[in-house]
C-alpha cells in the first residue's frame, strides 16, 4: 500500500513539473517574489521554533520542503 | 531532583531538529547577499496553564555570506525548561504516589486531578552548522550537522540537500535526505517495558541506556504559477528504529469492572506506589509519510501564507495540519500578521487510556497523551517592525490549546465520571530580533 | 570571428547566438519601438546589462561595470545597463545606492528583454563593432569577473568587418 502511495506521489510531482512549465514568469518578473515576505520561509528561526514545540506537543512534524521561489538571480 | 521529563522534550528536540532537514537554515539566495554576517536571534516563552510545562529560550541563528551565493549559517539554541507534565496514570478518587524515575524517592498527586510529574527541570544545548553553495548554475546544495544535548539525552545528525531550478527557475526540484542517531541515558536507567512501578531503591526493573536511528527523505517541487503567486509541494519519508519509548511514562492497571485502580502494598520498610503502574511501550519501528502544500499570495502589500499536511504512520496515526498567516503592512515599515492553524490527529493504534488488570497481556501500550486522538488551534498575533537603523523586530503572542478524547469503546466503569484526557492550555510569546550587514 | 560564450558550451551556443544574431537584425531594424537603438554604436562594442533594483548579484555588477566603462571607453566600449523595474522610482533607489556611470535605458515591459530572449538575471550580452552578439553571461558571479573582462578586451580588438 506504501509503493502505492509513492507512486501516486512522485506521479502528482511529475504531472506538476509538467504542469508547471505553461505557468510562470519571465526572469525579470520577479520584484514581488524576491520580497522576504514572499519567500516560503519568512523567518527560519521562528518556523524552528514551532517546529520544536509541534512536535513536543503532537506526533506529527516537518513536512516542509526548501528551495524555489525568491529573485531567482545567478 | 529526577530529570525525567528531559527526555518528553529531548525526543521532540532531536525529532524538531531532524524536521529541521525542511525548514531553517536553507536560505532564501537573495535576501542578504553581500558578504558578511546576519543574525537572527529571538527570546521564546512558552507556558502551560496549571503549573505544567514552562520553557525560556534563546535562539541564535548567525549567516555568513561569501561572494557568490555561498553561506555558512551557524545555529544555538540555549532552552530551560521546567513545571509538570501527565505521567500516563488516570485521575482516581484517592491521592496516588509514585517512584520518581531515578527510583530513589516518591512523589504524590491529590486526588480528582490528572497526575502530573513535577520532579523535574533540564537545560537544553543545541548547535547547527550548514554550508550552502551553488555546484552549477541551476544546481544548489545544502549540507548540515546538527547536535543537542541535555542531561540524560545527545542528538547527532547529518543532512544533505539537493535542488535544481527548471523552466528559467520557474521550478524548483529538491531533494533532501537526513540522519540521525539519539542516545537516552535516563537517571536510573530506562525501564523494563511493561514491567511495574517498583518501591523506591528496587531497581531491578531497569535496564540500561538506549537509542534510536532516525532517516528522513524529502522529495519537493516549488513552482512560480505567476508574479504574486508561488507554491510548493512536498512528499516526505520517515523512519525511526530502536527505542522509541518515553521511558518516564506508564499506564494505571485497573479493575476490569470498577475502573479503578489496583491498589498495592509496598514492601516492609519501602515507599512506593500504592497502586499498580506498568511502564510504557511502543514498537521499536516507526515508518512516516507525510504530504504537505504551501501557497503564499501577494495581494497588494497584503501577503497570504496557507499550508496543509497530511501524516500517516504506521502506528495509525493520522494527522491534518492547517495553518494560515495573514501579513498585512501597517505604515511604510511595520505590519501585523494574524495566525490560525488547526491541527487534529486521531490515536495511535496501541494507545490505552490504562491497561486491564488480569486481561491478556498486550505488546504496545501507552497513555501519552500525544498519541492519542485530539484537535488544536493555534491563534496569535504578531507584531513587526524596523527599527531605525534598518534592523527588524517583531513580537509574537499566540495560544495553543489542545482537547481530545479518550476512545469510548477504552472507558470502563467509574471511570466515565472523571477526567480521561489531560488536554493542553499554553501561551506562547517571542520576540525577536535581526540584525546585520 | 566565431562567436563564443562565457559558458564556452560548444556547438548548442553556436546554435543559440546564431539564432540571437537573427533576433539582433530583428531589434536594429525595429528600434522605433524598442527603448535602444543598437545601430547607432555602429562600430563601437556595446555591453547590454540586463539588471533590477531587486536583484542583488545587480549591487556587485555594478562597480564593475563601471570600472569596465572607464577601463575601455577610450577604446570604444559603451555599456548600457537596461532596467526591468516597473516603476522608476524603484530604479532611482538603487542607483543612489549604487551610482552607474553608463547609459541606463528603461524596459519595463519587458520588449527589449524579450528581444534578447533574456532567460536569467541579471544577463549580459557583448555586442561587437558589426552588431553582432560575441558573447552573454548569465547571472554574475565575482569569480567569473577576469573571464568577462577578457571577453571585452578581446571584442575591442576585432574590427570592424
Redesign the interface.
Known amino acids: 500500500m506504501?509503493v502505492k502511495?509513492?507512486a501516486a506521489?512522485?506521479l502528482?510531482?511529475a504531472t506538476?513539473?509538467s504542469g508547471?512549465?505553461s505557468?510562470?514568469?519571465?526572469?525579470?518578473?520577479?520584484?514581488?517574489?524576491?520580497?522576504?515576505?514572499?519567500?516560503?520561509?519568512?523567518?527560519?528561526?521562528?518556523?524552528?521554533?514551532d517546529?520544536?514545540?509541534?512536535?513536543?506537543?503532537?506526533?506529527?512534524?516537518?513536512?516542509?520542503?526548501?528551495?524555489?521561489?525568491?529573485?531567482?538571480?545567478? | 531532583m529526577a530529570k525525567k521529563n528531559s527526555k518528553?522534550?529531548s525526543v521532540?528536540?532531536a525529532?524538531?531538529t531532524?524536521?529541521?532537514?525542511?525548514?531553517?537554515?536553507?536560505t532564501?539566495?537573495?535576501?542578504q547577499e553581500e558578504p558578511g554576517w546576519d543574525f537572527?536571534?529571538?527570546l521564546?516563552y512558552?507556558g502551560e496553564s496549571d503549573d505544567r510545562v514552562q520553557d525560556v529560550?534563546l535562539?541564535?541563528?548567525g549567516r555568513r555570506t561569501y561572494v557568490?551565493?555561498r553561506f555558512l549559517t551557524l545555529?544555538l539554541?540555549l532552552d530551560s525548561l521546567t513545571g509538570a507534565t501527565p505521567g500516563g496514570a488516570l485521575p482516581f478518587s484517592s491521592p496516588q504516589t509514585f517512584t520518581s524515575p531515578s527510583g530513589l524517592a516518591v512523589y504524590t498527586t491529590p486526588a480528582d486531578v490528572f497526575p502530573l510529574d513535577d520532579t523535574f527541570l533540564d537545560t537544553r544545548f543545541a548547535l547547527s552548522a550548514s554550508w550552502q553553495q551553488?555546484l552549477s548554475?541551476l544546481f544548489?546544495m545544502?549540507a548540515g550537522l546538527t547536535a543537542s544535548k541535555e542531561y540524560d539525552y545527545l542528538h547527532l545528525g547529518a543532512n544533505f540537500?539537493l535542488?535544481r531550478?527548471?523552466?528559467?527557475?520557474?521550478?524548483?526540484?529538491?531533494l533532501?535526505l537526513a540522519f540521525a542517531n539519539d542516545e537516552l541515558d535516563p537517571e536510573g536507567g530506562a525501564p523494563v517495558p511493561l514491567s511495574a512501578m517498583l518501591d523506591v531503591g528496587d531497581l531491578s526493573n531497569k535496564t540500561g541506556d538506549q537509542s534510536k536511528d532516525i532517516v528522513?527523505v524529502?522529495?519537493?517541487?516549488?513552482?512560480?504559477?505567476?508574479?504574486?503567486l508561488?507554491f510548493?509541494?512536498?512528499?516526505?519519508?520517515?523512519n525511526a528504529s530502536g527505542y522509541l519509548n518515553d521511558p518516564f511514562k506508564f499506564l494505571s492497571v485497573v479493575d476490569g469492572t470498577s475502573g479503578d485502580p489496583i491498589a498495592r502494598i509496598p514492601a516492609p520498610g519501602a515507599v512506593g506506589p500504592l497502586y499498580e503502574y506498568r511502564f510504557e511501550n511502543r514498537p521499536d519501528e516507526r515508518?512516516?509519510?507525510?504530504?504537505?502544500g504551501?501557497t503564499?499570495y501577494?495581494m497588494d502589500g497584503k501577503?497570504l501564507?496557507l499550508s496543509y499536511?497530511y501524516?500517516t504512520?504506521d502506528?495509525e496515526?493520522d494527522?491534518h495540519?492547517i495553518d494560515a498567516r495573514y501579513?498585512w503592512p501597517v505604515g511604510d515599515s511595520s505590519?501585523l500578521e494574524p495566525h490560525l492553524r488547526y491541527?487534529t490527529?486521531n490515536a495511535?493504534e496501541f494507545y490505552r487510556i490504562s491497561l486491564v488488570n488480569g486481561a491478556p497481556p498486550v505488546s504496545f501500550a501507552s497513555s501519552d497523551y500525544?498519541?492519542g486522538d485530539f484537535d488544536?488551534i493555534t491563534v496569535g498575533m504578531k507584531y513587526g517592525w524596523k527599527t531605525r537603523s534598518g534592523n527588524e523586530m517583531?513580537a509574537?503572542l499566540e495560544y495553543?490549546m489542545?482537547d481530545g478524547d479518550a476512545p469510548s469503546d477504552q472507558i470502563i466503569g467509574n471511570q466515565a465520571s472523571r477526567e480521561l484526557y489531560p488536554g493542553?492550555d499554553a501561551i506562547?510569546a517571542?520576540f525577536?530580533y535581526?540584525f546585520g550587514k | 570571428m566565431a562567436p563564443h560564450s562565457t559558458s564556452r558550451q560548444g556547438g548548442a551556443t553556436y546554435l543559440c547566438t546564431v539564432f540571437l544574431l537573427g533576433l539582433l537584425a530583428a531589434v536594429g531594424s525595429n528600434s522605433a519601438d524598442l527603448p535602444l537603438d543598437l545601430t547607432e554604436y555602429r562600430g563601437k562594442v556595446v555591453v547590454v546589462d540586463?539588471w533590477?533594483?531587486?536583484?542583488?548579484?545587480?549591487r556587485r555588477s555594478f562597480p564593475w561595470l563601471n570600472q569596465m566603462q572607464e577601463k575601455y571607453g577610450e577604446q570604444g566600449l559603451i555599456i548600457v545597463g537596461v532596467n526591468?523595474?516597473?516603476t522608476a522610482a524603484?530604479a532611482q533607489s538603487f542607483l543612489s545606492d549604487f551610482p552607474a556611470d553608463f547609459r541606463i535605458v528603461s524596459d519595463p515591459k519587458?520588449d527589449l528583454?524579450?528581444k534578447f530572449d533574456?532567460?536569467?538575471?541579471?544577463?549580459s550580452y557583448v555586442i561587437d563593432r558589426n552588431g553582432e552578439i560575441a558573447a552573454k553571461h548569465l547571472?554574475?558571479?565575482v569569480k567569473k569577473q577576469q573571464e568577462y573582462e577578457q571577453i571585452i578586451k578581446e571584442t575591442l580588438l576585432s574590427r570592424e568587418d
Open positions: 506504501r502511495h509513492q506521489m512522485a502528482l510531482i506538476v513539473i508547471c512549465s505557468m510562470g514568469v519571465e526572469p525579470w518578473e520577479r520584484d514581488v517574489l524576491a520580497k522576504e515576505e514572499m519567500q516560503l520561509v519568512t523567518d527560519p528561526v521562528e518556523a524552528g521554533i517546529d520544536h514545540i509541534y512536535f513536543s506537543k503532537e506526533a506529527s512534524s516537518g513536512g516542509r520542503g526548501f528551495g524555489g521561489g525568491g529573485c531567482g538571480c545567478n | 518528553t522534550i521532540s528536540l525529532t524538531a531532524c524536521s529541521l532537514l525542511g525548514t531553517s537554515v536553507t532564501p539566495v537573495q535576501a537572527n536571534t529571538a521564546l512558552y529560550s535562539n541564535i541563528l557568490d551565493d545555529g539554541v551553488p548554475r544548489t545544502n540537500k535542488a531550478d527548471f523552466n528559467k527557475r520557474n521550478t524548483t526540484v529538491s533532501g528522513d524529502v522529495l519537493g517541487v516549488t513552482n512560480v504559477a505567476s508574479r504574486n508561488l510548493q509541494l512536498n512528499y516526505s519519508f520517515s515508518t512516516k509519510h507525510s504530504v504537505f504551501q503564499k501577494y501577503v501564507d499536511r501524516m504512520d502506528w496515526i494527522s495540519t501579513r505590519y491541527y490527529q495511535a500525544r498519541l488544536a517583531s509574537r495553543y489542545q493542553l506562547i517571542q525577536s535581526r | 540586463f533590477a533594483s531587486w536583484c542583488v548579484p545587480c526591468m523595474d516597473a524603484e519587458g528583454a524579450r533574456v532567460i536569467a538575471m541579471p544577463s547571472g554574475f558571479k
